[in-house]
């Protein structure tokens, strides 16, 4: 039995050949047919996209034969990002669905985002390990009527579902740069230009690296990177444009930038959103992530809102909101869920959704985030790459506890003084912390105590 090293915390990702090939995800195909055992061979429905990479075609066709080989009828629904996976499993009402991406990840890599019914997420502790056995075994059961495969179209669908968020006719003028860096989100944009178009949403689209190409010629795009940006902030201003929005490569995050071309942090993002949902919901729950809380908190109590912090990572905030039947959720590296799209993230909602409230708060983007980030500077995620990851956070806890007001091991260590506070956690995949600094109003502290715990990190 040959380990699979593709199977991560919370999805599947490998280089191609060894890590991730065709046979492997034949076996990927027939370990998630096997481990929807409790289903009749008529019922088990499966929904399956792939994104735009050059593998992601002959690695989907080897999943689903995998798939239908364990008696499970397939539904391609072609070209996709992650979120028309979603869509399409909550939608058509199956039994679970399957993404064929590497999102950000190098040209010669590829993976899967898995889930199943309700687009429930399939991660290390709810079913991944179990398939990722069964794929490693290679010993299937044998099925008597093999699953049915079908290519089928659900965009328009989808599309309608997006238009949902937003109310037409609250739309101003305005001018949008979207560069989708030659990912899947293309096809989608060009889909929601047609609608703008037939309901008189005086929306103008300029499109950067607007096709859909594997080779990916302007490079991966993956704007939390500082290089990643050039493209869309140059194209904001030459065109005069009020906004920029970037996609990653399976849009499952979309990055802004204000009327100046300067980008924008998550962070500051989770609170505009929390706001136009608080506007159409009074009194609902919003979910946050402990990196960077207290500026979402302020926005969420003042709009009337109930914040509440989870975990960070994509199965916890999924999780939270369903117990709280919370309307949003967002984490400041530009993950947002949605209560209405089943829980899960999407990189489309948001941009339509800060299209609307700066059109309903007559303001400029830079005007709306500047406010906020002159109230709750932040430091941003630093990472630092350690020999000995927990006795260096081990340090900091023994320069600062006992002096805190507010301490928490949510995720990792947050603790909280007067006018700042700090987060401090270990990553699950390599040797690096990560720090997050925050403080009121007060930028020169925000610095100098990021520095301080920077040097004790790193001694």
């Given at each position: 039995?040959?380990?699979?090293?593709?199977?991560?915390?919370?999805?599947?990702?490998?280089?191609?050949?060894?890590?991730?090939?065709?046979?492997?995800?034949?076996?990927?195909?027939?370990?998630?047919?096997?481990?929807?055992?409790?289903?009749?061979?008529?019922?088990?429905?499966?929904?399956?996209?792939?994104?735009?990479?050059?593998?992601?075609?002959?690695?989907?066709?080897?999943?689903?034969?995998?798939?239908?080989?364990?008696?499970?009828?397939?539904?391609?629904?072609?070209?996709?990002?992650?979120?028309?996976?979603?869509?399409?499993?909550?939608?058509?009402?199956?039994?679970?669905?399957?993404?064929?991406?590497?999102?950000?990840?190098?040209?010669?890599?590829?993976?899967?985002?898995?889930?199943?019914?309700?687009?429930?997420?399939?991660?290390?502790?709810?079913?991944?390990?179990?398939?990722?056995?069964?794929?490693?075994?290679?010993?299937?059961?044998?099925?008597?009527?093999?699953?049915?495969?079908?290519?089928?179209?659900?965009?328009?669908?989808?599309?309608?579902?997006?238009?949902?968020?937003?109310?037409?006719?609250?739309?101003?003028?305005?001018?949008?740069?979207?560069?989708?860096?030659?990912?899947?989100?293309?096809?989608?944009?060009?889909?929601?230009?047609?609608?703008?178009?037939?309901?008189?949403?005086?929306?103008?689209?300029?499109?950067?690296?607007?096709?859909?190409?594997?080779?990916?010629?302007?490079?991966?795009?993956?704007?939390?990177?500082?290089?990643?940006?050039?493209?869309?902030?140059?194209?904001?201003?030459?065109?005069?444009?009020?906004?920029?929005?970037?996609?990653?490569?399976?849009?499952?995050?979309c990055f802004l930038f204000d009327e100046n071309g300067d980008f924008i942090e998550g962070y500051y993002i989770v609170g505009l959103l929390a706001e136009a949902f608080l506007q159409k919901e009074k009194g609902a729950k919003i979910i946050h992530d402990p990196r960077l809380s207290w500026n979402t908190i302020d926005v969420v109590t003042k709009a009337g809102g109930v914040p509440v912090m989870s975990k960070t990572g994509h199965a916890f905030i999924k999780e939270r909101m369903r117990k709280e039947d919370a309307i949003y959720g967002g984490e400041m590296s530009a993950h947002h869920y949605f209560r209405d799209f089943a829980y899960c993230d999407s990189g489309m909602i948001p941009w339509l959704l800060v299209t609307e409230l700066l059109s309903v708060k007559g303001m400029k983007l830079s005007e709306t985030v500047k406010e906020r980030i002159a109230a709750y500077p932040s430091s941003g995620e630093i990472n630092s790459k350690l020999a000995n990851p927990k006795e260096a956070i081990n340090r900091v806890l023994g320069a600062y506890k006992g002096s805190e007001l507010v301490f928490n091991e949510i995720d990792g260590i947050s603790l909280e003084f007067d006018d700042w506070r700090f987060n401090l956690r270990s990553s699950n995949t390599e040797p690096v912390v990560r720090l997050n600094v925050e403080s009121r109003s007060d930028e020169a502290l925000m610095n100098q105590q990021t520095e301080a715990i920077l040097n004790i990190l790193r001694s």
């Amino acid at each position: 039995m040959n380990k699979l090293t593709c199977f991560k915390a919370y999805d599947i990702r490998g280089q191609l050949g060894e890590e991730l090939n065709n046979d492997i995800a034949y076996r990927i195909g027939r370990a998630y047919g096997q481990f929807l055992k409790n289903k009749s061979a008529e019922e088990k429905k499966i929904v399956v996209g792939g994104d735009v990479r050059l593998t992601s075609e002959e690695l989907k066709q080897a999943l689903a034969n995998g798939l239908m080989d364990a008696g499970v009828n397939v539904v391609d629904i072609g070209v996709t990002g992650t979120e028309e996976i979603y869509f399409a499993t909550f939608y058509l009402g199956v039994d679970g669905g399957i993404e064929v991406t590497a999102s950000h990840n190098p040209m010669d890599y590829n993976g899967m985002k898995l889930v199943r019914e309700g687009s429930k997420p399939i991660s290390g502790d709810t079913g991944l390990r179990e398939i990722q056995a069964l794929a490693e075994k290679n010993e299937f059961v044998d099925v008597e009527v093999k699953g049915n495969y079908k290519k089928v179209s659900l965009l328009q669908k989808y599309v309608d579902h997006l238009m949902g968020y937003i109310t037409p006719t609250n739309i101003k003028p305005m001018k949008l740069v979207i560069n989708s860096g030659n990912g899947a989100a293309g096809h989608v944009i060009d889909e929601l230009e047609k609608r703008f178009f037939e309901l008189n949403i005086p929306l103008e689209i300029i499109k950067v690296h607007h096709e859909e190409d594997g080779k990916f010629p302007n490079g991966i795009p993956n704007p939390l990177l500082p290089e990643c940006r050039a493209d869309t902030c140059e194209a904001v201003i030459k065109n005069n444009a009020d906004m920029g929005i970037a996609f990653d490569g399976d849009f499952d995050r979309c990055f802004l930038f204000d009327e100046n071309g300067d980008f924008i942090e998550g962070y500051y993002i989770v609170g505009l959103l929390a706001e136009a949902f608080l506007q159409k919901e009074k009194g609902a729950k919003i979910i946050h992530d402990p990196r960077l809380s207290w500026n979402t908190i302020d926005v969420v109590t003042k709009a009337g809102g109930v914040p509440v912090m989870s975990k960070t990572g994509h199965a916890f905030i999924k999780e939270r909101m369903r117990k709280e039947d919370a309307i949003y959720g967002g984490e400041m590296s530009a993950h947002h869920y949605f209560r209405d799209f089943a829980y899960c993230d999407s990189g489309m909602i948001p941009w339509l959704l800060v299209t609307e409230l700066l059109s309903v708060k007559g303001m400029k983007l830079s005007e709306t985030v500047k406010e906020r980030i002159a109230a709750y500077p932040s430091s941003g995620e630093i990472n630092s790459k350690l020999a000995n990851p927990k006795e260096a956070i081990n340090r900091v806890l023994g320069a600062y506890k006992g002096s805190e007001l507010v301490f928490n091991e949510i995720d990792g260590i947050s603790l909280e003084f007067d006018d700042w506070r700090f987060n401090l956690r270990s990553s699950n995949t390599e040797p690096v912390v990560r720090l997050n600094v925050e403080s009121r109003s007060d930028e020169a502290l925000m610095n100098q105590q990021t520095e301080a715990i920077l040097n004790i990190l790193r001694s």
